[in-house]
């Protein structure tokens, strides 16, 4: 059976971007993302990782849609391949979220983003396992009670550099999934603006593709270090690897992120 939009938990990285919903069951899924300056960026350009927090609810809300009650989709793994930027003047763009394969031990979804022509914008692969969960997502945010300003991503999460290569993340509630972890879209998001600081950029690279891998829970209530590692900086094209670490130091996720001259 399909669920509705009032299914679709609300926190705070879905207020600040502006996602909704639409549809979801345990075959397929669909959303709005509203695009607007937010999600520009001095370093890269645009945020184009920011849209990896709604590829990441769809597909992982239809993994959900078809587990046994009682278990929870944790993401494994996400590769994100980006096409274009996403605009930055109020259009809202569609995405969908597919299943490809199940079993008992978890899922494999793709998804889609792309703009009201039709263009692909962004696609996503994901990998999930299933887990005991006690509880599911907390109450529903809205926008009267969490506030969602036009200024940067960046900026809004409160990320700045605290030595060379490391973006510091401090405990918000525009970073938390409805576990109290910080989502995995904003770990990917941050992580971009983190490879993209590192190689000193001013808007004339892109991302064009990221692949992370969830290795532990990151708490959203602790302060969230992005550690940035170049491993081949060239004219046309640089790769770096992203670590973020809680203040235990061990790392929740490693990511490889590919970024291009345009």
């Known amino acids: ?22 549809s979801m069951s345990a075959e397929r899924g669909e959303a709005r993302i509203e695009t607007g300056p937010w999600l520009a960026d001095p370093a890269a350009g645009v945020t184009r990782a920011a849209l990896a927090v709604v590829c990441d609810d769809v597909t992982g809300y239809v993994v959900d849609a078809g587990s046994p009650e009682g278990r929870w989709p944790v993401s494994l793994g996400i590769r994100m391949d980006f096409v274009a930027d996403p605009p930055l003047d109020g259009t809202v763009l569609d995405v969908t979220g597919e299943l490809v394969a199940r079993d008992e031990r ?36 809205t926008a009267d009670v969490l506030d969602a300003p036009a200024s940067p991503v ?24 409805g576990m109290g972890s910080v989502h ?10 983190a490879a993209m600081s590192s190689v000193e950029a001013d808007g004339q ?58």
């Open 1 to 22: 059976m399909p669920t509705t939009s009032s299914d679709f938990y609300l926190g705070g990285p879905e207020v600040m971007l502006r996602i909704r919903g639409l």
């Open 106 to 141: 978890g899922a494999m979804t793709t998804g889609r983003i792309s703009d009201p022509s039709g263009r692909t914008i962004a696609t996503i692969v994901q990998r999930s396992h299933l887990i005991d969960a006690p509880t599911s997502p907390g109450a529903h945010a």
């Open 154 to 177: 960046r900026d809004q999460l409160g990320l700045v550099p605290t030595a060379p290569g490391v973006l510091t993340m401090p405990p918000t509630f525009l970073s938390a999934n």
């Open 184 to 193: 995995g879209g904003i770990l990917i998001c941050a992580s971009e603006l």
């Open 205 to 262: 690279l892109r991302t064009t593709s990221i692949d992370i891998s969830y290795v532990r829970p990151c708490n959203a209530a602790d302060t969230t270090t992005f550690t940035s590692e170049t491993l081949h900086r060239g004219r046309s094209l640089s790769v770096v690897r992203v670590i973020s670490a809680n203040s235990s130091g061990k790392p929740s996720s490693i990511a490889t992120v590919v970024l291009q001259h345009i």
